[in-house]
């Protein structure tokens, strides 16, 4: 099992930052392509950004490109998620979730979730 454990979230107001975290612990973290999803309410859940094992390969969401940014340090099993000029429609839950390939294959389901964290953009 892989444990997921997102932190970082809370109230910001439009415009200003945020930078997520997602502490993992149980299997080998850089085995792992790592993605972010939010689900917003009443929404379905949704992909926002995803990264390959070594970081080199990253993907995201057209409705956050050029605001937020996704990173990895595998040493410290961590993955990132920095968010710039933030919107209220960016108010969501935030996961965090591992799936088992190098590169993450948005065709592929992701295998391990962490409980998420609450972010809410105020206007």
């Known amino acids: 099992q892989l444990q997921l454990v997102e932190s970082g979230g809370g109230l910001v107001q439009a415009g200003g930052p945020l930078r997520l975290s997602c502490a993992a612990s149980?299997?080998?973290?850089?085995?792992?392509?790592m993605g972010w999803f939010r689900q917003a309410p009443t929404k379905e859940r949704e992909v926002v950004a995803a990264?390959?094992?070594?970081?080199?390969?990253?993907y995201y969401a057209d409705s956050i490109k050029g605001r937020f940014t996704i990173s990895r340090d595998n040493a410290k099993s961590t993955v990132y998620l920095q968010m710039n000029s933030l919107k209220p429609e960016d108010t969501a839950v935030y996961y965090c979730?591992?799936?088992?390939?190098?590169?993450?294959?948005?065709?592929?389901?992701?295998?391990?979730w962490g409980k998420g964290t609450l972010v809410t953009v105020s206007s």
């Open positions: 979730a591992a799936q088992s390939n190098l590169v993450y294959n948005p065709s592929s389901g992701m295998d391990y």
């Open positions: 990264i390959s094992w070594t970081g080199a390969r990253t």
């Open positions: 149980g299997r080998t973290f850089s085995r792992y392509a």
